[in-house]
């Protein structure tokens, strides 16, 4: 065999050598890709995503989008050319597997934490945007989570109102866990509840629930490094009464992202005029019972969805301000906000062309 042949043939195996070693060996990376944006004041398969009643509505126009991350599962491996191909892909982002699925988060449990903080954020951007209106609504600490094998299992239950602890008075959800770890472990807490039958009969007669019960629990030792503090075994939220109803029509989307868009929605919704102008705005950040919007992870990807949607203003939170700056879409302006104030003070600016005005992201924002 003539040598340049041979040299042909083995460097022709020696790739596909590589190739195959490529494919079969699986590398601890996981993409983030965009993925779908909706529009909160449109329809999404057939139906309004925002459906108000019991309460004017006015007509709108114009694009709010939510948008989205795409995400690789958390049962997906990831081999080396998939990896090298995203790290070269401009618009996707290979980032440690351990990232979006620390301690060997499951599939299941990803998505069951994906769908609680979606639901939440659903709930959060409600109340914000009726606080924004000046509208009441009546809130209290309830019991969101309950561990598996805790000492709370079976005494407590998702959707209790947490009325008091040791006689103390709760306010908020970050009052449960003071009260708890006053305790050592060992030693006996007694939550004061409103069963969750009885508040949910209490509500659909649109009365306050009364009835209430004493549950004691004995605290066990948390699992955290350093000091050990005493624990029962739940996690506490906040539930809320709206005046009127608001549904959220959104299926198979995940985590707390789209708070600030559908808190901007819903006030556009509810008030005469359109926030937007008929312009196309996208954006993302997560939103508080008070208006406060907070980061979020992906926005790189974020950003480039919503462009090739049309959008021409993308609402950035503003810790995620540098980041979005560093490569920012053509023809997409980033728009710097805080809470829903400040969010509702740039769609002015929008909608009067006053975009001179607006507070821009950038590289050190």
Known sequence: MPRRTATMLAST??????????????VPYSEMSPGPTVNTLGDHDGEPVLQI???????????????TVRVTSADFRMNLVEAVYGWLDHDTKVVPHDTLYPNGTTEEQSSQQNAEEFSQSQESAKVAALKELGVPVKSWVIVST???????????????????VDGTAVKQPSDVAKLVTKHKPGQNVV????????????????????????????TATSDDSGAKRAIVGISAGTDHTFPFGIDIKLADVGGPSAGLMFALGIYDKLTPGSLTGGK?????GTIDDNGTVGPIGGVEMKT??????????????????????????????????????????????????????????TTKS
Do not use: W
């Open 191 to 218: 939550f004061t509840v409103v069963p969750a039958k009885e508040q949910a009969a209490a509500e659909k007669a649109h009365k306050t629930a009364t009835k209430t019960r004493d549950v004691t629990i004995t």
């Open 13 to 26: 195996l020696m790739l596909i050598a590589l190739l195959c070693a490529g494919v079969l060996i699986p």
């Open 304 to 361: 480039v969805g919503a462009r090739e949607m049309g959008a021409r203003y993308f609402l950035t939170p503003a810790d995620n301000c540098a980041a979005a700056a560093k490569d920012t879409p053509g023809g997409l302006t980033l728009v710097k906000v805080r809470n829903i104030g400040d969010a509702l003070d740039a769609l002015k600016d929008i909608r009067s062309g006053n975009t001179a005005a607006l507070p821009k992201c």
């Open 53 to 67: 009643t019991g309460h004017d509505t006015y007509k709108t126009s114009g694009n709010l989008n939510m948008t």
């Open 146 to 164: 309950v561990v598996k094998d805790s000492p709370a299992e079976g005494r407590l239950h998702a959707g209790d109102v947490i009325k008091a």
């Open 280 to 284: 196309f705005v996208a954006g993302t």
